[in-house]
């Protein structure tokens, strides 16, 4: 029934992220040492931005945001930053493991074009108390017989938001 209608899992639409060209992969060691690897699936090297950025749960805008420069090899994995994550935390003004999310962000050197992106919880979600985002929906518009644009608003980040529908159908972008 998951299928029906066309509705899709939110693993499918994170998919696009894991199968993009670079993948931003960041995890820790022993929960101290903090580590971004590139994977970069492209034949070609490519010469990027990292971007770290701290969003508290109850904070409508970023606390601040940590950058690095990298290269990474064609067809190849890179460690693009190596450090503690307490020192992520410091520098991004995040005050604990459970008040923010980590939002990464790859960008090229060059042009500036998008290289991939994804997101890290110092903290498991299960040991967060998240703030009411105030959802609500903005909008929703018809674009034609079998298209909508629907707009939604918030006032503080939110995990892992998730809309449906009774009508049949998927979202082109979330």
């Not at 993948?23 to 971007?51: H, K, M, Q, R």
């Not at 500036?112 to 903290?123: E, Q």
């Not at 998240?130 to 629907?150: C, G, I, T, Y």
Request: aromatic share 10%; with cysteine.
């Amino acid at each position: 029934a998951e299928y029906m209608g066309g509705r899709w899992k939110v693993l499918h639409n994170y998919a696009a992220l894991f199968y993009a060209p670079l993948l931003v992969s960041p995890y820790t060691v022993t929960g101290a040492e903090f580590i971004v690897v590139a994977v970069n699936d492209a034949l070609a090297p490519v010469d990027g931005v990292l971007a770290v950025t701290a969003w508290a749960w109850d904070a409508p805008e970023p606390l601040g945001t940590l950058h690095a420069s990298f290269s990474a090899s064609a067809n190849d994995a890179t460690a693009v930053l190596n450090t503690t994550l307490a020192a992520v935390l410091e520098a991004t003004g995040c005050p604990s493991v459970a008040e923010c999310v980590l939002v990464l962000s790859a960008v090229s050197a060059s042009d500036k074009s998008s290289l991939g992106s994804n997101f890290f919880f110092p903290a498991s979600p299960s040991n967060v108390s998240f703030p009411d985002p105030q959802l609500a929906l903005a909008s929703v518009r018809q674009l034609d017989s079998h298209r909508f644009a629907v707009a939604v608003q918030l006032e503080l980040p939110a995990a892992f938001t998730w809309l449906e529908t009774p009508i049949p159908g998927r979202f082109e972008t979330n």
